[in-house]
């Protein structure tokens, strides 16, 4: 099976709308490069203007097989990192007053039950999975999805360090330093995945320890992975083939690709050029940002990208589907990350973020009818269709919603602080509270990967209109109706009682007009933008709702070794299936322990997380 990355796993409806649309050498290292990067605060860890390296073939042992690869197309002049100073940029996390005992007590109880929580899932990984990629969380047994490269080591390392557990820390470091990527279990290896699961995991891993052999993993795994840009054209082979490249066979980018998979490369690769004063990996992700910014305003939906492109011919623009979730949306995610890492060195991030966000707040960000007149948006997918009279593209939004898509709350938020833009943080919110209102609102208490609900009467249910929405019991009833096929009908007589059938068999709680996939298989999205309002804006009323989600998760998921993914949240006691993936641990369960934590640990002023959830230094003067 391929490796698919969980925001890229395809809806069936997306995937056929999809194949319709498809019809259709340099080692030239800098020295003294750190030098220039300047001191970081006296915080909770190591600067990385001085990494603490004892061992040197850490940083220059150029006899790593992957480094001797032959290299095909060189690049011709490679681009460094600016040497400038590193800006002084607003202030993300909010100031937290001193919180009182009682609370204090609460907060680390909670705390301690998340640790409990991980340190099970860890014990049982240790005992029945150690090196593989995944434990089988009611088997007991082990699979290897991801490379065979112990990826649930990898994605768990820095959610050790963070949780103070130093003795497992070592112990896996330990292990982690032995992994060769010389071999692979997989014949066709997923770059990006790839990046964010392994060379992330590392880098976060060195970040917050120093430790210098996961520097030089991270190098290694960084040597894997340059080696998939040896195109003519430097466009990296997205899905590639590991033993061709092994080999030192000629290789060319596909003629498609996901957006998310090609785009969001650039939050490791600058983070391990700066680490290791290599621009290689900085150079060739920066080629894939100019292909992006130059072709931004030109698609159908300016301002965005469609989730599939031509990394072949590097054309980014003929697809007709835009969405900030599944397939798309760290391309996104890691536009205000790049300018937060980068200490505001590299603005062209932020001119893309705001020209992007611009268009998603305008057409695909809608509000929803719901029972209680919540406030709430949800951001959706939106298509282009060329009107044949003026031939200019309209663009209209699928009313479904995301788990996947809970992650653009804490963008908004990140990059409304960032740039000082309130409006974004009004944005982030009422994402989030619709992630909420979606947690609550199913009985069990989780939010299903994809859900439909009826818009707010036109014109109020664009993001920009304040009007009130009022809750039209049968307007819903006979949206139930179209959405289960019965649209002829949907306006006959005993329309209600033939919805209410409806909404009985499929458990439609009141709002939902249709839940397509009803799993909930551990992600993190909805936590993670919790934990990003909270800290951008101090709210306590997010500790009480994200120990509301995580009492939910854990009540049902837990299993004899571990936790397991739900096949089906929408009754009582939601079936389990065996699936544990490697972000349980490397990221839902290390954003609701950061949620119980001082707020200082792993400041949003001082790191980035990675769309992996592994955080990274921030430049910062
Ligand atoms: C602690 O602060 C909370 C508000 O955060 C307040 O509701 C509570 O009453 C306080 N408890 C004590 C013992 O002061
Ligand atoms: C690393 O690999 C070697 C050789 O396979 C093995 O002897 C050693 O125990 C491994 N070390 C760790 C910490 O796993």
């Given at each position: 099976?391929?490796?698919l990355?969980?925001?890229?796993v395809?809806?069936?409806?997306?995937?056929?709308s999809?194949f319709?649309?498809?019809?259709?050498?340099s080692?030239?290292?800098?020295?003294?490069f750190w030098?220039q990067?300047g001191?970081?605060?006296?915080?909770?860890?190591r600067?990385?203007?001085?990494?603490?390296?004892?061992d040197?073939?850490?940083?220059?042992?150029?006899?790593?097989?992957?480094?001797?690869r032959p290299t095909?197309h060189?690049?011709?002049?490679?681009?460094?990192?600016?040497t400038?100073?590193?800006?002084?940029?607003?202030?993300?996390?909010?100031?937290?007053p001193?919180?009182?005992?009682?609370?204090?007590?609460?907060?680390?109880q909670?705390?301690?039950?998340?640790?409990?929580?991980?340190?099970?899932?860890?014990?049982?990984y240790?005992?029945?999975?150690?090196l593989?990629?995944?434990l089988t969380?009611?088997s007991?047994?082990?699979r290897?999805?991801?490379?065979?490269?112990?990826?649930?080591?990898?994605?768990?390392?820095d959610?050790?360090?963070?949780?103070?557990?130093h003795g497992?820390?070592?112990?896996?470091?330990?292990?982690?330093?032995?992994?060769?990527?010389?071999?692979s279990s997989?014949?066709?290896?997923?770059?990006?995945?790839?990046t964010?699961r392994?060379?992330?995991?590392?880098?976060a891993?060195y970040d917050?320890?120093?430790?210098?052999?996961?520097?030089?993993?991270?190098r290694?795994?960084?040597?894997?992975?340059?080696?998939?840009f040896?195109?003519p054209?430097?466009m990296?082979?997205?899905?590639?083939d590991f033993?061709?490249a092994?080999?030192?066979?000629p290789?060319?980018?596909?003629?498609?690709?996901?957006?998310?998979?090609?785009?969001?490369?650039?939050v490791?690769?600058?983070?391990l050029?700066?680490?290791?004063g290599?621009?290689?990996?900085?150079?060739?992700?920066?080629?894939?940002?100019d292909a992006?910014?130059?072709q931004?305003g030109r698609?159908?939906l300016p301002?965005?990208?469609?989730?599939s492109?031509?990394?072949?011919?590097?054309?980014?623009t003929a697809?007709?589907?835009?969405s900030?979730?599944?397939?798309?949306?760290s391309?996104?995610?890691?536009?205000?990350?790049m300018?937060?890492?980068a200490?505001?060195?590299?603005?062209?991030?932020?001119?893309?973020?705001e020209?992007?966000?611009?268009?998603a707040?305008?057409h695909n960000?809608w509000?929803?009818?719901?029972?209680?007149e919540?406030?709430?948006?949800i951001?959706?997918s939106v298509?282009?269709a060329r009107?044949?009279?003026?031939?200019?593209?309209?663009?209209?939004?699928?009313r479904?919603?995301?788990?996947?898509?809970?992650f653009?709350?804490?963008m908004?938020?990140l990059?409304?602080?960032?740039f000082?833009?309130?409006?974004?943080?009004?944005?982030?919110?009422k994402?989030?509270?619709?992630?909420v209102?979606t947690y609550?609102?199913v009985?069990?208490?989780?939010?299903?990967?994809?859900?439909?609900?009826a818009?707010c009467p036109?014109?109020?249910?664009?993001?920009?209109?304040?009007?009130?929405c009022?809750w039209?019991?049968?307007?819903?009833?006979?949206?139930?109706?179209?959405?289960?096929?019965?649209?002829?009908?949907?306006?006959?007589?005993?329309?209600?009682?033939?919805a209410?059938?409806v909404?009985r068999?499929?458990?439609?709680?009141?709002?939902?007009?249709?839940?397509?996939d009803?799993?909930?298989?551990l992600?993190?999205?909805?936590?993670?933008?919790?934990?990003v309002?909270?800290?951008?804006?101090?709210?306590?009323a997010?500790?009480?709702?994200?120990?509301?989600?995580?009492?939910?998760?854990q009540?049902?998921?837990?299993t004899?070794?571990?936790?397991?993914a739900?096949?089906?949240?929408?009754?009582?006691?939601?079936?389990?299936?065996?699936?544990?993936?490697?972000?349980?641990?490397?990221?839902?369960?290390?954003?609701?322990?950061?949620?119980?934590?001082?707020?200082?640990?792993?400041?949003?002023?001082?790191?980035v997380?990675n769309t992996?959830a592994h955080?990274?230094r921030?430049?910062?003067?």
């Open positions: 099976m391929l490796p990355r969980r925001r890229i395809l809806p069936l409806a997306m995937l056929l999809l319709v649309l498809l019809l259709l050498k080692d030239n290292t800098t020295p003294g030098k990067l001191k970081q605060d006296a915080g909770s860890s600067p990385y203007s001085k990494p603490v390296i004892t040197p073939t850490v940083l220059n042992d150029d006899s790593y097989f992957w480094r001797k095909r060189p690049v011709a002049s490679l681009r460094s990192f600016p400038g100073k590193p800006l002084a940029l607003p202030k993300v996390q909010a100031s937290f001193k919180e009182n005992a009682s609370d204090k007590q609460l907060r680390l909670r705390q301690k039950a998340v640790e409990t929580a991980f340190m099970r899932c860890w014990t049982s240790s005992k029945h999975a150690w593989q990629d995944e969380p009611l007991g047994g082990a290897n999805p991801f490379g065979g490269w112990a990826a649930t080591l990898v994605d768990s390392l959610t050790l360090h963070i949780m103070g557990l497992e820390f070592e112990r896996a470091a330990a292990a982690a330093a032995n992994i060769s990527f010389e071999t997989l014949e066709q290896v997923n770059v990006f995945e790839t964010i392994y060379l992330g995991g590392f880098l891993a917050l320890s120093g430790d210098p052999r996961l520097l030089k993993k991270a290694e795994a960084g040597d894997m992975l340059y080696a998939a040896d195109t054209n430097r990296p082979v997205t899905r590639w033993g061709k092994a080999a030192g066979g290789q060319e980018a596909a003629d498609w690709a996901l957006v998310a998979e090609i785009g969001s490369l650039c490791e690769f600058t983070r050029s700066l680490a290791t290599d621009a290689r990996w900085f150079d060739a992700s920066e080629r894939i940002t992006l910014r130059a931004q698609t159908q301002g965005l990208w469609p989730i492109v031509n990394p072949r011919d590097g054309v980014f697809d007709n589907t835009f900030l979730g599944a397939m798309a949306d391309v996104f995610e890691y536009l205000p990350k300018a937060a890492l200490g505001g060195l590299l603005p062209h991030y932020r001119a893309m973020y020209d992007a966000m611009a268009t707040i305008r960000f509000r929803p009818m719901v029972p209680d919540a406030d709430i948006l951001s959706s298509h282009t009107d044949g009279a003026t031939g200019a593209f309209t663009p209209s939004v699928e479904v919603g995301q788990h996947l898509v809970c653009a709350g804490g908004l938020a990059g409304g602080r960032l000082r833009k309130p409006e974004h943080m009004e944005y982030a919110k994402l989030v509270d619709g992630c209102w609550r609102a009985p069990s208490g989780m939010m299903p990967e994809t859900f439909a609900m818009p036109p014109p109020s249910s664009s993001a920009t209109d304040d009007r009130a009022p039209d019991e049968a307007a819903w009833k006979r949206a139930v109706l179209r959405e289960a096929g019965a649209g002829e009908d949907a306006d006959a007589d005993d329309f209600a009682s033939r209410d059938a909404i068999e499929r458990r439609l709680p009141r709002g939902f007009t249709a839940i397509p009803a799993r909930y298989i992600r993190p999205e909805a936590i993670e933008s919790v934990f309002l909270y800290r951008t804006t101090g709210d306590r997010l500790l009480d709702t994200a120990w509301d989600m995580f009492s939910a998760i009540r049902h998921t837990e004899a070794y571990a936790n397991a739900l096949a089906d949240v929408t009754g009582a006691t939601p079936p389990q299936t065996d699936s544990m993936e490697s972000f349980w641990m490397g990221e839902t369960l290390k954003y609701f322990y950061l949620m119980f934590s001082e707020p200082n640990l792993v400041s949003l002023d001082e790191w997380f992996e955080p990274l921030r430049l910062v003067p």
